[in-house]
């Protein structure tokens, strides 16, 4: 399995939050930058096998459906005769209609993925948000109307004013609408966005690391005890609705990105595409390389990342594969990392492999790190 993303970087407001390439939705600017896209598609090398395909942004849905079909059938001509296993799309719940989302189900979409972040008023408006419980309602019963086969809801915790009783109603009305999938993340301030400033100017606003812990404790329990496995540090699923595209990223497997920002890995080479809209515009409109930084991981730091990468699953790391891809005996190579995890209790190591434990997972980005920092 290998993974095509598509970033469609338009958004009807951006959010103060978010550090993604993006940029406010104007027709003219995205009817070039599809052209650009289609041209980019057009150009790549195609690859055997079977593949998902995830359309991020931005906004995707700020495009047309016939614009999403149109791209779908693109990728779809290009890449393989037969439809993918996975097609996603993320959409924003006040733009979403019962007509659109029967013509993603058509065009190959089985997948939804809403950005929902909170069902409280406050938060919702907090975050710079412009939807309301009752369109992120109404837009998972049209998804089931459609037949689109697997929904998906985003939350954020640790959002300023956020308390635990008000977390908890979100992931209770969440549940309420018995998605398939809840994704669950801390809130992360990036530099260069209007909340890094609302922090540097009030940090009180935000939620301290303790509070920030009680509330991912309260979202596993929470959605645990509905049924959800906590497949991935940050993503919970019902039986038979993990997401295989971005499992595919956490088997350090191979995908290839499209639009402006979006990243690849080929060949244990990870490049990302330049985020200057124009640029990526004016290279791929005349089929010239767009502009990237790369990378080549080798050695160790192949390794590492692929250690990090798994660590952040339910399942883990497997010796036996960890071994026959990079030619390391895990338990060896890292036995000055693992030992002092596995004695505070933060990573459970049997003889098939290694995983975090619960206590691990609320320090999964400091553990991980270490793997990535060996030399």
């Known amino acids: 399995m290998t993974g095509i993303y598509v970033h469609l970087p338009f958004c009807p407001y951006i959010c ?20 650009a896209l289609h041209r980019e598609i057009d150009a790549a090398q195609a690859a055997g096998g079977e593949h998902t395909v995830f359309l991020g942004g931005g906004t995707p849905n700020t495009y047309s459906p016939a614009e999403i079909a149109e791209l779908l059938a693109r990728i779809a001509s290009k890449f393989s005769a037969a439809r993918p296993p996975e097609v996603t799309i993320e959409v924003n719940p006040e733009l979403v209609s019962a007509a659109a989302l029967a013509a993603y189900a058509a065009a190959g979409v089985t997948r939804l993925s809403i950005g929902v ?14 939807h309301d419980a009752g369109q992120v309602r109404d837009a998972v019963a049209a998804a089931r109307s459609a ?45 260069g ?21 009680d509330l991912y404790e309260i979202a596993i329990d929470t959605l645990e005890k509905a049924g ?36 690849s890995y080929r060949n244990g080479v990870r490049s990302t595409h330049t985020r200057d809209l124009e640029a990526y515009v004016a290279a791929a ?69 290694a995983r975090l434990t619960r206590r691990g997972r609320f320090v999964a980005n400091d553990i991980c790190a270490t793997f990535i920092t060996l030399p």
């Open 16 to 35: 103060p939050y978010c550090d993604f390439a993006k940029w406010p939705h104007k027709q003219s600017a995205a009817r070039r930058y599809m052209d």
């Open 117 to 130: 972040q909170s069902f409280v008023e406050a938060e919702i408006r907090t975050l710079g948000r412009r």
């Open 147 to 191: 037949g689109i086969g697997s929904v998906s809801l985003d939350l954020i915790f640790a959002v300023p004013g956020q308390t635990k009783e008000s977390w908890r109603r979100s992931l209770e009305r969440a549940i309420a609408l018995q998605p398939d999938h809840v994704s669950a993340y801390g809130l992360t301030i990036e530099d």
């Open 193 to 213: 966005t209007p909340y890094a400033d609302w922090r540097d100017s009030e940090p009180s606003a935000f939620p301290d690391q303790d509070l920030e812990g």
């Open 228 to 263: 959800f496995e906590h497949y991935e540090i940050s993503n919970f699923a019902l039986p038979g609705h993990r997401c295989a595209h971005n499992a595919n990223y956490w088997a350090n497997g191979e995908y290839a990105g499209f639009g402006v920002g979006a990243a």
């Open 285 to 353: 409109s005349q089929g010239l390389k767009i502009p990237d930084q790369s990378e080549r991981l080798e050695g160790a730091q192949r390794a590492g990342e692929a250690v990090m990468l798994a660590l952040r699953t339910a399942q883990g790391l497997s010796f036996a594969a960890f071994k026959e891809r990079y030619g390391l005996e895990f338990l060896e190579y890292y036995a000055s990392i693992v030992e002092p995890y596995r004695a505070a209790g933060l990573l459970e190591v049997d003889t098939a492999g």
